[in-house]
């Protein structure tokens, strides 16, 4: 065995929002990666839209730097609950983790599962606290959730001897102990270099490594990324792929280490490196690259199965082609199985349909991630109602159970518990934290369907929740649905400031004046239970006759405009979202009322 002690592979993990990417900006600005005069953007490793837009990591990114002679390869991982996926992968490629912890709200539901997942694969961990600067911190509490934390997870005695490192990461500040004076991230460096072990492996035996990440490029196709295991790997040789027992040859193009945010050719790299690799156009995620004279395969990458599906099918609204430019079940077919050669997470099934597929992910921002990435490319595609993936054990019916957190002001607290209450939900503990009750529950899955937006109303924007995978368990019986009926367009036409006008005390409408509308489209919520054919493209009948209140100027209520999600948590079984490139539409499944109609007696009979 050899051990390459010139590079440390470690990642950063944490729950969503506590201050991942910032760190690693920190880290690439203060080891020199940027001159000191260029100006950089914030969390410059979220590189996509969605990413900037949201301020969520939601693929994991590579990049490198130096301290003292020593590469420091770092892998930013994505702390949402939904992108568990890539967390899983990329840990195989590392030795170490910084497992950041935010200063106030201590270790919270995904800090748990990242954690679970490291200790799992025996990686030895750092613990950053941050945001120290933050004037509410609660260190000495904090440090103690945290050992708590390890024990409950089953760390042995190595893993239990965790380095402590306090980092405010937005100023650039990192130190050994509070009582010590604030200094650069000179103490987290020296602390990475001395605690993560430096890969081990042979050096001379034949190639090993397994590809944990795969990007596409235009101009060179696919990008394999893993860890060279064992042996070496140059550019332009011809190598062994292994799959499932199954071999087949490819020739390796050309070789990339990271240095930075950039990726650099070399001739090759050693046992311990992580790499990019070109040229091999059949590579999929957990395949083996292997020495073609002495193939051995790894163990391919597991990751957890999906929780929930929804079916994407070819938009058939009167409205269909207008806004998109793929809109065929081949465009939208070719473009989900290329989704799940990349996103392990991600199932896609062909139904009895050929224009309708089911694709299964860990949640709803899982899916709703990639409707919303599809759109902006320019496909159009219509969505049905999120359904939970189900199992069958023992002739027994399984339902995924999740482990809930919800904040709020103690003034709403009988309001997220009566909402939980009806979803199925069990309380597991409560504590207080700064004014907040923190209460932790177990809940199926389908019970947090539309659950967000109710307790953002119910708690006045104050609540906050989070969620994590927890367990499947029996199917824990019926769970209300929506309580309120829709309002749908029973002609195609153009909406009127008077139409809406005459509409708005039955229920909160969702369209504005001029937009246009088809029959069977929804355009309100109706105030109770039952659905509603309605016009809101009436106009207004000119008279000769005048009065005086007739023609006071027409007040609207603004509606209510839905994000993707939204729709998504809105709709009921007959009903699905339409969405286009420029627009997002809810409308019933049957268009024409006549039939819906009939098909409701019939389902009722």
Known sequence: MGINSGIRNIAIIAHVDHGKTTLVDALLKQSRVFRDNEQVAERVMDSGDLERERGITILSKNTAIFYNGIKINIVDTPGHADFGGEVERVLNMVDGVLLVVDAFEGPMPQTKF?????????LKPIVVINKI?????????????????FMELDADDEQLDFPVIYTAAKAGISKKSMDEEDQDLKP???????????????????????????????????????????????????????????????????????????????????????????????????????????????????????????????????FAGREGQFVTSRHIRD????????????????????????????????????????????????????EVVYKIVDGQKLEPIEFLTVEVPQDFMGIAMESLGRRKAEMVDMTEVAGYMRINFLIPARGLIGFRSELLTGTKGNGIMNHVFHSYAPYKGDIPGRSRGSLVAFEEGTTTGYGIWNLQDRGTMFIEPNQQVYEGM???????????????????????????????????????????????????????VEVTPSSIRLRKVILDRTVRGRAAKNSRK
């Open 114 to 122: 990242v954690l679970r997942k490291a200790l799992e694969r025996k």
């Open 133 to 149: 600067d933050r004037p509410e911190i609660r260190i000495d509490e904090v440090n103690d959730e945290i050992l708590e934390l």
């Open 188 to 318: 987290l460096l020296e602390t990475i270099v001395k605690e993560i072990p430096a890969p081990e492996g042979e050096l001379d035996a034949p190639l090993q490594m397994v590809v944990t990440t795969l990007e596409a490029d235009e101009y060179v196709g696919k990008i394999a990324i893993g860890r060279v295991q064992r042996g070496k790997i140059k550019g332009g040789e011809t190598v062994a792929l292994m799959r499932d027992g199954e071999i087949s040859k490819g020739k390796v193009g050309k070789v990339f280490t990271y240095d930075g945010l950039s990726r650099v050719e070399v001739p090759e790299a050693e046992m311990g490196e992580i790499v990019a690799l070109t040229g091999l156009a059949e590579i999929s995620i957990g395949d083996t690259i292997a020495d073609q004279e002495n193939p051995e395969a790894l163990p391919g990458i597991k990751v957890d199965e999906p929780t929930l599906s929804m079916t994407f099918g070819v938009n058939t609204s009167p």
């Open 335 to 386: 473009r989900l199985f290329k989704e799940a050669q990349t996103n392990v997470a991600l199932r896609v099934e062909e139904t009895d349909s050929a224009d309708i597929f089911k694709v299964s992910g860990r949640g709803e921002l899982h899916i709703s991630i990639l409707i919303e990435t599809m759109r902006r490319e320019g496909y159009e595609m219509q969505i049905g109602k999120p």
């Open 522 to 576: 929804i355009v309100g919520e109706n105030s109770r239970e039952m659905d509603i054919d309605i016009n809101p493209c009436k106009q207004k009948h000119l008279t000769n006759t005048r009065t005086s209140s007739a023609d006071e100027a027409i007040r609207l209520v603004p509606p209510r405009l839905m994000s993707l999600e939204q729709a998504l948590e809105y709709i009921n079984d007959d009903e699905l």
